[in-house]
């Protein structure tokens, strides 16, 4: 059994910074992608970053302001966002995919934790 963790979200001021955090748990071969995700109300869910084989992509709207990391020991990814505006309001998902046990892969999302950016 894997199981993601969310934690990190809250209120923030427009031009604030919040750190987000997503630890996967449980018994597993190994990680092989992490990301953010973000869906805001009435909107659909939406991909904010990704960190794979050592790479890492953003979307365009947060480009420059959001930074993902990966910290393996922990098996935990992390989403710093700084500079942060009203738009990014949004319920922030992580997900993993990952290989199990028996080498197949598999995908988790976790719970999803609120960010809310007043202006």
């Known amino acids: 059994q894997v199981q993601l963790v969310e934690s990190g979200g809250g209120l923030v001021q427009a031009g604030g910074s919040l750190r987000l955090s997503c630890a996967a748990s449980?018994?597993?071969?190994?990680?092989?992608?992490m990301g953010w995700y973000r869906q805001a109300p009435g909107k659909e869910r939406v991909l904010v970053a990704i960190?794979?084989?050592?790479?890492?992509n953003y979307a365009d709207s947060v480009k420059g302001r959001f930074t993902i990391s990966r910290d393996n020991a922990k098996n935990t990814v992390y989403l710093q966002m700084n500079s942060l505006k009203p738009e990014d309001t949004a319920v922030y998902y992580c997900?993993?995919?990952?290989?199990?046990?028996?080498?197949?892969?598999?995908?988790?999302w976790g719970q999803g934790t609120l960010v809310t950016v007043s202006s």
């Open positions: 960190t794979s084989a050592g790479s890492t």
């Open positions: 997900r993993t995919v990952y290989a199990s046990i028996d080498y197949r892969s598999s995908e988790l």
């Open positions: 449980g018994t597993f071969r190994r990680i092989d992608a």
